[in-house]
């Protein structure tokens, strides 16, 4: 699996958007981008994934650049609670569940009241 | 998305003792399960790949006499760590998967404390 690049750590202001980016320069023509987050002493939840294509869901935005190295998750509105640790994760696709995942250290996201 | 439940949340044990884990996919059957530990401060490392039905596929460097994985239906996988010992505490977490689908769930964890 591609080797990803995340800052440690960011702050954000709360209500604001929260701007998280990923470094994959050695991503393939067949790794997908996921997103996940833990936040503290919980389970890892995930956010988001894509291949090539922007993505939006209820949780976040995927902008992926056209060359796909690279990657930025959005949280349009940040609130207290998506303080966490957030991780950027490239993938083959095999359906998602075959295999297991690589984490990296991740982003911890500290949204600022 | 799935719902995938771990029993007991926490737990303390006596160095020497075995602790069982529990991973249950409550709303579908999943074929696959992980094991992942985490240490304090750390990120999640893969342990090993439960299938049903048959043996668990370990990582490099886990021992597999010492952390027994059953995964014997396709909705309950088990974490066995025989004679635990204070470095073996940690959060371990599981997650579930099958062929088809485009991300896996995890279980909220269980913190293990060996005394």
Same mark, same amino acid.
Not at chain 1, 25 to 29: H, L, Y
Not at chain 1, 94 to 98: F, I, P, Q, T, Y
């Given at each position: 699996d591609a080797k990803t690049t995340q800052p440690p750590s960011m702050d954000c202001a709360e209500g604001r958007a929260a701007n998280l980016p990923c470094n994959h #320069?050695?991503? !393939?023509?067949n790794e997908y981008v996921y997103w996940y987050r833990q936040i503290h002493s919980q389970g890892p939840q995930y956010i988001i994934h894509g291949l090539k294509n922007n993505e939006t869901n209820e949780m976040a935005s995927l902008i992926i650049t056209e060359d796909r190295k690279s990657s930025t998750l959005i949280l349009p509105h940040a609130t207290l609670r998506d303080t966490a640790v957030y991780y950027c994760i490239v993938e083959m696709y095999?359906?998602?569940? =075959?295999d297991g995942l690589t984490f990296g250290k991740g982003t911890h996201l500290i949204i600022q009241p | 998305g799935a719902v995938v439940s771990q029993h007991p949340s926490w737990v303390i044990c006596k160095s020497g003792t075995s602790v069982k884990i529990e991973c249950r996919s409550l709303d579908f059957q999943a074929t696959t399960m992980f094991w992942y530990r985490q240490f304090p401060k750390q990120s999640l490392m893969l342990m090993a790949t439960s299938n049903e039905g048959s043996k668990a596929t370990y990582e490099q460097g886990v021992e597999k006499d010492k952390f027994l994985i059953n995964h =014997?239906?396709?909705t309950l996988s088990t974490l066995t760590v025989t #004679? =635990?010992?204070?470095?073996? !505490?940690s959060f371990y977490i599981c997650s579930v998967g099958t062929s088809g689908r485009d991300t896996q769930y995890f279980g909220p964890g269980t913190r293990l404390t060996v005394l």
């Open positions: #320069s050695t991503i !393939s023509g095999s359906g998602g569940g =075959a | =014997a239906s396709l #004679s =635990a010992h204070p470095e073996d !505490s």
